[in-house]
Each structure stands twice: as C-alpha cells, then as structure tokens.
C-alpha cells in the first residue's frame, strides 16, 4: 500500500474511532464538544486580535465581557457542535454504505449552509425573546439575520467566527470524504490534493453562505 493510501486510511480510522455513530451518547457528544471547540477557540482568539472593538470592549467592562461569552455559549457553540455533528452523521452513513461517497459530498455543502443559517434563523429571535437582543424584538433580530450572515465569510462578526470555525472543524472530514469519492474511482491522490480539495470546498460554503444570505 502506497503511503497516500496509508494516510487516507488513517484519517477513515480516526473518524471512525471518535465520532462512529455507534459509540455511546455521551462519549460522541463530548467528542463533538471537543471537536467543535478545537475549531472554535483559535478563529476567535483571531477574531478578538484582528478586528477593531472588541478586544477593547472585553477588556474595558464586565458586562460586556458576559454578553460576549453569554453569545458564544448560545449561539457560536451550538451552531459548531450542530453543524459538525451533521456532516459527521452524514459520514457515518458513507462508511455503513447506505450512501454513495459522491451523493455524501454532494449532500455536505448544503446541509452545513442550511443548518447554519436555519440555526441562526432560530436563535436570534429566542436571544431577543431571552434576553433583550435586539432591543427584544424578535422581528427586528429575523430582519437583520440575513445581512449579518452575508458579512460572515469576510470576517466581519462573530457569525463569521462560527462559520470558520465548522469549516476549519470540517478539513478533515472533507478530505476523508474526497479520497473516498477518489478511491472508488480507483484514482491515486496525494495529501497534498486532498487537502487543497478540502480548501476548495472549504472557499464553495463560504461563497454559498453569501448568496444564500442576501436572498434573505
């Protein structure tokens, strides 16, 4: 076995050894968890350094240090751990052969984009509902959903953080799922193509998140 088949075969292995649908509940939830956090913690800390304001806020008061994390916790972390668990759901299908590797890719991009949008959707009108967002009119948090998802794939908000963070959660799932598409084909592929796919679908979401964003 040539040492691109090695590799493929090692990233199968360790997808299907931390987020198999068949381990217990608790392990698979605590696997996403850490999954989505790993994803999650460096595009903010990235966020917080490169974009004007909020370093500055976080460090100046305690309440707006609250309702900052109060968002990660309610929204940025639910939305990571939701849309990571659905491609991998949508991955172990895949490895039980109930779905051809090329329908999985094809099926990926856009139940990531719509869980995504659909997630936020939902939870800036609770967040108004709950806690005052949005001057606690859940129409007014709908109206302003879709243009703060159109700036997400320019970094300009924390939906941006969140976005980054499931497609930087999602590199390795998308390699896993091209090489398999790849290997049926009976293609030789090289890590070094695998991971340059897992780019060019990692730029497709973030384009699709725009255009569907300004149909809103």
């Known amino acids: 076995m ?7 075969s090692n990233l199968f292995a360790c ?9 217990p509940f608790t392990r698979f939830a605590r696997n996403m968890a850490l999954l989505s956090l790993a994803g999650l913690m460096p595009v903010l800390a990235l966020y917080i350094a490169l974009v004007p304001g909020p370093g500055g806020h976080l460090g100046g008061s305690g309440t707006a240090l ?19 668990a659905l491609g991998l ?3 172990a299908k895949l490895r039980a052969r109930r779905i051809a590797p090329l329908h999985a890719l094809a099926l990926d991009i856009p139940a990531r984009i ?14 108004a509902m709950l806690f005052g967002s949005f001057g606690g009119d859940p129409v007014q948090a709908l109206r302003v959903t879709g243009p703060t998802l159109a700036q997400s794939a320019g970094f300009g908000n924390l939906s941006g953080v969140y976005l980054y963070a499931t497609l930087i959660s999602a590199l390795p799932l998308h390699m896993a799922l091209v090489g398999q598409v790849l290997g049926q084909q009976h293609r030789t592929v ?23 964003a300004a149909l809103l």
């Open 2 to 8: 040539d040492m691109a088949n090695v590799w493929r």
């Open 15 to 23: 997808l299907d050894r931390h987020f198999s649908v068949h381990l």
């Open 66 to 84: 609250g309702r900052f994390v109060r968002q990660i916790v309610t929204n940025g972390l639910p939305v990571v751990f939701v849309v990571n």
């Open 89 to 91: 759901i949508l991955f």
């Open 114 to 127: 719509g869980a995504f949008v659909g997630l936020h959707l939902a939870i800036y009108p609770a967040s």
């Open 190 to 212: 090289t890590a070094h193509a695998l991971i340059a796919a897992a780019l060019l679908i990692f730029a497709a979401q973030a384009l699709f998140l725009t255009v569907l």
